[in-house]
Each structure stands twice: as C-alpha cells, then as structure tokens.
C-alpha cells in the first residue's frame, strides 16, 4: 500500500492549512520534512502525540508548524498518519505538499483517505458516503441528518433489517440441504410477518428520501411564467437580495439566472428564467428555449401566474407542463386585484398560493407550502435517512425482491423457491452498507468526493 498525502484543508487562504500523509510510511515521509523543536523525531511518539517545530526542505525552513502524529489502527484511515497543521497560504500549502512528494508520499485521489478507512473497517459505505454530505451541508438539520448516518442510524437500521432475511435464509438452507436432520421446517405465517415488517421499514426508509434530499442536497427548482408575471420578484424574495433584474418591461430576463436559497428546513437551487412566449429576438428566442429545457428537467416547478389577468394559451401551456410533477403555482400580484382563482389552476399542479412577491410577508406563506410539499416540516434529522441515489437503488431492488419472496408463500410454492427470493433480497442490502460490493461500486463511490478527504 502506497503512502499518500494531500492538502486537506480548502484551496483558499487561510489562517491554517492542514497537509495530510497516511501509509504505512506516513511518519518516515514526516520525519524528513519536519524537525521538532527539540531533541525528538515522530517516529520515536506514540500515537496521538503533538509537536511544535519547522518544515524545511534541507537547509531551507519553508514555515512553522504543528505535527499531529495518528498510529494504526487508531486513526481515521486505520493506517499511520501525520497532519501537519502550518499556516493556511495557498503557495505555501502546496510547497509542502510537493516536498512531502518529493519524500516518498504520493498524489491522493479524490477521497482516498475516507475510501482507505472504509477498506480498513474504520466505517462502512454508508457511513463513509455521510461525510461528503457533512461536508456540504448547507444548514442545521442538512449537518445533523449527515451526522446521525455517519454514527451509524442507517447502517443499524439496514443491519437489523438484513438478519431477517440472513436467518431465514440460513435456516431454510439447512432445511433443504439436511433433510435427514431434525431441523424444525419454518412457519411460512410467521416468515411472511417478518418479511411483511421488514420490507415495511425498508419503504418508510424510501418514503423519506425526498425530503432528506431536500434538505441535505437541495432540490432543482425553476420560477416559469410568461414575461412580466413577477417571476425575478420572487427569486429576489427566495434570496432576500436583488440578484434578478426588475422592470416593467416584458422580455428583462433573458438568459437563466441561478442561485441556491435557504428556505427553511430546505435548500432550492433556484434558476430563475426568460418568460415563455413566442419572440423573434433571437437572444430571447435562446433564453426561452432555455427556460423550456429546465422546466421539463427540473425536480419542483414554481409557475407564476398574473392573478391580475385572465388566463391564457401560454399560462395553460405551462400549467400542463406541472401536471403530475411536484410543483406551486403562484398566483402573483394580488395588490392588483384577481381575475383568476385558485380553483381554476389546482387541477394542473401540486399547490397553489396566491400573493404578492413584492410584499415581504408572502415569504413565510411560500415557506409553509414548500415544506408541506416536499415533507421536510416534520422532518426527524435523527432516523436512519438515505442520503444518495446508490442507495435509494438498493432498498427498492431489495423491496422488488422482497415482494418476490411474500407472494412465493402466498402462492404455495416450495422452500427451494421462497429462499431464491430471500437471497436475491440479500444482496442488495450488503452492497448498501458495502459489506457485498465490488470494486467499480467503491470506486465511483469515493471518485465522488474531494481531494484530502
């Protein structure tokens, strides 16, 4: 196994920088590029040791630092590994990380040292994959929900679950393949219990996913409506900030304008865009099919409507667009009095409010409802929380599996058949927790995550 070092702290200056080193010749490589103040070299600590003292280069002194010395098994990736903690200059940080490099370590990929911990049974892959999550959680509840899977709420949770389907499997295997024995046959009632409550879990597990991605990744929200409807209003009333442009004029906003809003318990990844019409300019001809392209790829959907005005071919267009997909029709600019009615646009979307993006008390309104809608206003940060796609997979292939296996017992077919099903169900749960994965699943995993970590 190679040794590998990598800046760990993020490309920008600041007051310190953190260049890490772990292998199995972590401390030699350390020893050669940092003198301690004193008679003392790393090699001769114990694990969890600190020391002030110089990085140099030879005769050279490049910076003062601190050695923080970690042995195996006691440290995050399971190997030896040094953190020398200098101070945070860009230029300075990757001079030391080329004279570690220069000094046996090599280049880390991109989350090598969480993927080394992973392969040294520090954490397993669920618990391993909540870190990139810690890392870029956008607010409390996004960093508890991450914490709590990085604990181990979720890996428990998918353990208890697997033994169901691990005993049964064990018992019905010896069964079959002992016939001669005195191995008591299992009652089909109960297994059908049993895998009925486990596979229950597994759904309430899939049910959630939703709203945690809300709030742990954020969720792709574009604002449509036809031109001069109010839409860059509320994108500035989401942001709290006027980062789109206001005017009269139909047409302002002609290219899609992003932006991440905390709203709430959620985060939106807001892309506000050209208003929808038929145009012959041929810059808000590309705006618009823009607009169109996020509209029809995009996971929530705010189509704002001028309650002002009667409604029509265009707002329609849109609105058919929402149907069957998560989304809030706005009814906008209620200060000018309404001529079109919430029940005349409910049957195309998932919510519908009427306000005035320009009165600041309309925020909280549209607060409440997106958090109704996407089931984050109850939202228990401490449950087992599937936090990525990969694993959202598994639950449903293990749930297809577990289906397979109920109506197996339902239908009256033999053990042989039942136990096809209950392994099948298997399977997917260890490739969750990474207990029964392969090599391309890690690696994607892992290649994923950032340099350092």
């Given amino acids: 196994m190679s040794t590998i070092a990598a800046i760990s702290t993020p490309n920008a200056a600041g007051g310190i920088g953190i260049v890490k080193i772990s ?7 350390a020893d050669k590029v940092f003198c301690c103040a004193g008679s003392a070299k790393l090699s001769d600590l114990p694990g969890y040791s600190v020391r002030f003292g110089r990085v140099h280069d030879g005769d050279d002194v490049l910076d003062q630092a601190v050695a923080i010395v970690y042995r195996a098994p006691k440290s995050y990736t399971g190997e030896d590994v040094v953190e020398l903690q200098c101070h945070g200059g860009l230029f300075l940080m990757q001079q030391i990380l080329r004279l570690c490099l220069k000094n046996g370590a090599v280049p880390a990929e991109p989350g090598e040292f969480t993927k080394r911990a992973f392969l040294n049974g520090k954490m397993d892959l669920t618990e391993a994959e909540s870190v990139m999550t810690l890392i870029s959680a956008h607010g409390r509840q996004a960093a508890d929900a991450a914490f709590g899977v990085l604990q181990g709420s979720l890996s428990k949770e998918i353990n208890e679950i697997s033994k169901v389907f691990i005993s049964a499997a064990a018992h019905m295997s010896a069964w079959v393949d002992y016939p001669d024995d005195e191995i008591e046959e299992l009652d089909f009632a109960k297994l059908k219990t049993d895998f009925t409550a486990a ?35 509320l994108m500035n009333l989401l942001l709290g ?5 206001v005017t009269e004029v139909a047409g302002t906003t002609r290219d899609v304008v992003e932006e991440t809003a905390r709203i709430g318990n959620i985060v939106l990844r807001l892309s506000d865009t050209a208003g929808i019409r038929e145009s012959s300019d041929l810059v808000e001809s590309i705006g618009i099919e823009f607009a169109k392209t996020k509209l029809h790829h995009s996971a929530l959907i705010l189509a704002v409507i001028d309650g002002s005005r009667p409604l029509d071919d265009e707002d329609f267009a849109i609105l058919k667009a929402c149907e069957g997909r998560p989304s809030v029709c706005i009814l906008n600019k209620t200060d000018l009095g309404s001529l079109v009615t919430e029940n005349d646009v409910a049957p195309y979307v998932s919510k519908v409010l009427s306000l005035s993006a320009k009165d ?7 607060r409440e409802a997106l958090e109704s809608l996407l089931g984050t206003a109850e939202f228990d940060s401490s449950a087992a929380l599937l936090i990525n796609e990969r694993q959202l997979a598994c639950c449903n292939k293990a749930v297809d599996c577990i289906n397979e296996a109920i109506d197996a017992i339902d239908s009256g077919l033999t053990m042989d058949a039942v136990n096809v099903s209950v392994d099948a169900a298997i399977s997917p749960l260890l490739e969750l927790t990474g207990e029964r994965v392969s090599d391309a699943v890690v690696n994607e995993v892992f290649s994923r995550f950032c340099v350092g970590k």
Avoid: M
Wanted: hydrophobic letters at 40%; aromatic letters at 4%; proline letters at 4%.
């Fill in 23 to 29: 292998g199995p010749d972590a401390i030699a490589v």
């Fill in 199 to 233: 596979r229950d879990r597994l759904l309430a597990l899939i049910d959630r996913f939703d709203a945690g991605q809300a709030i742990t990744e954020g969720v792709e929200t574009v604002i449509v409506g036809k031109p001069n409807v109010g839409k860059s209003t």
């Fill in 360 to 366: 600041e008390s309309s925020f909280d309104v549209l």
């Fill in 241 to 245: 900030k006027e980062r789109s442009i």
